[in-house]
């Protein structure tokens, strides 16, 4: 026992998926952590599946899904099995271990041990045919030569549109609260999401694309739909929407979705990029070796997919968050206008840690990308706070971010958001525990990790689309969908 719990804490301080300039994730294993034999079951065979798929989407939800197997086992790690499964995803295995803790979490990001190869949404994996029979990158494990060629290519996409970056985001922001505005004056309330997808669509294609919406009339108009079809017809079978039961489960979780339904769409997006994004094309191909199929498709997936996608579940709760607390808007306020300037930038935005740190409170208590999945590269050791449990390789492990972002070991009063929560010396250490982009808020996005290629960019976006709520409106009050009062400043 004591040389296993060696060989984990040796693991842990050199693990090569964190980068050598971030601090290990966790403190070594003390020696005294038991072996302990992993809790719970996968029942019996089609039976404990379903029984678990039917908890998982219908009895219980995600979150109690997972409390309740921790409260029984009395262990953050356990066996059980999580959907889709029975009984037309036969080929899909859904035993997984769970790791809900931030310290056994903290594997799913050693590239050492774990392997990422199609399993980003689990061992379900949509079908290729939605991105024009390719593998994208983000299904690609580090191992593979083309996930270093696609890993560099979407973190130059990104280096490349940091120069029109802020200037796209801020005309974008304007448009959407202008229809707001008026919606509010108008008809006394206003729906941010439909306005909000529309703003990110436009401002994604011209920054990552280079591409302009406008030069087609039915893109600028419906991109944004094409988008969440697409990206809906390949989710479906993981998600809990929480419409009627039994018929979500008869008609949304039985079986995955033809690619034939959204193929029209997807064909529109792949013909608008190859002929409006020439130049990203010539980059692509220049820089990385990429040929024109590879690149269209990982394109429409990092800006569909990652980005449009990530976004559209990240900044609804980010906005939903400002506009029902009154007295945090005063506080974000004092801060923002102090030091905003008369034109936002995101060297303004850095000067604004109240601003940053309710951005990283959000990501905490909210991690849009709620599951996490890695597979065990060989037999190793994982460590949770209190025990040392035996991994085989090949098992796969299945973190749920939003109970690992709520671990009372590392964060104080854990259910409660707490706006300054990451200021401060103190509150700077806490993010290393902050794991929303599949690796530690310190750590470095590269082709031998599979941290989000945007860490970066979508944190300061959060706090550039805060800073300017609160720069715009002197008050705005709403909820999760709406808008119903705004105060303008007077500029
Ligand atoms: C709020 C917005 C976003 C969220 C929440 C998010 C989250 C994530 C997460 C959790 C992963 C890891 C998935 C896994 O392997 O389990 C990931 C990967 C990735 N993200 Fe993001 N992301 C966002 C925006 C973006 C944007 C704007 C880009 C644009 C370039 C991007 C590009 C990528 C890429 C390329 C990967 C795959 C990395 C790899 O294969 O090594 N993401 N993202």
Redesign the pocket.
Known sequence: MAMGTMMTCRMMSISPGMPSSSPPTQSPAPASLPLRTIPGSYGWPLLGPISDRLDYFWFQGPDTFFKKRTDKYKSTVFRTNVPPTFPFFAGVNPNVVAVLDTKSFAYLFDMDIVE?KNI?VGEFMPSVKFTGNIRT??Y?D?SEPQ?TQ??NF??G??KRSSKVWLSELVASLDTMWDTIDTDVSQKGSGSYLIPLQQALFKF?VKS?AGADPSNSPEIAESGYAMLDKWLALQLLPTIKIGILQPLEEIFLHSFSYPFFLVSGDYNKLYQFIRNEAKELLRYAETEFGLNQEDTIHNLLF??GF??F???S???PGLISRIVSDTALQEKLRDEVRQNAGPNLSFESVMKMPLVQSVVYET?RLS???PL??ARARKDFQLSSHDSVFDIKKGELLCGYQPLVMRDPEVFDDPESFRADRFMGEEGGELLKYLY???GPQTGS?S?S???????D??TLT?SMMVAYLLKRYDSITGDSASITAVEKAVK
């Open positions: 990422k980003l990158c983000a690609l580090t996930h696609l890993k979407a973190m996409i990104l994604l990552l990092i800006l990652n980005a996608g990530g976004f579940i990240f900044l990501l991690p849009p990308v996490q999945f929303w982009s599949n996005p082709a990790n599979k941290q989000c290629a945007a860490k960019y979508v959060g």
